[in-house]
Nanobody
Framework: QVQLVESGGGLVQAGGSLRLSCVAS????????MGWFRQAPGKGREFIAG????????YYVDSVKGRFTISRDNAKNTVDLQMDSLKPEDTAVYSC????????????WGQGTQVTVSS
């Protein structure tokens, strides 16, 4: 099992920035990728960004490209999401996730952290 704990959510005005962090513990040697998802009220869960653990290759959904940056620290088993130029439509619960064997299939999830962007 892999345990994930997020931090860094909160309330910010449109145009502002927030940084989310996620720490992984447990069987982290199984992890091949980590990512961030979000779920807005009344909507399904949406993939935001991912990073492959060994290569550092990153992936983003089009709506956040150029505004969000995902980064990882292999030594600390952490993955961060720097969110800039935030918009009200970015308001959601953001969750960290880890993929165990296939980079785009996520097996483990954090509890989520609320991000609210006011207009």
């Amino acid at each position: 099992q892999v345990q994930l704990v997020e931090s860094g959510g909160g309330l910010v005005q449109a145009g502002g920035s927030l940084r989310l962090s996620c720490v992984a513990s447990g069987r982290t040697f199984d992890v091949v990728a980590m990512g961030w998802f979000r779920q807005a009220p009344g909507k399904g869960r949406e993939f935001i960004a991912g990073v492959r653990w060994s290569s550092g290759d990153t992936y983003y959904v089009d709506s956040v490209k150029g505004r969000f940056t995902i980064s990882r620290d292999n030594a600390k088993n952490t993955v961060d999401l720097q969110m800039d130029s935030l918009k009200p439509e970015d308001t959601a619960v953001y969750s960290c996730a880890a993929a165990r064997t296939t980079w785009n299939i996520y097996n483990y999830w954090g509890q989520g952290t609320q991000v609210t962007v006011s207009s």
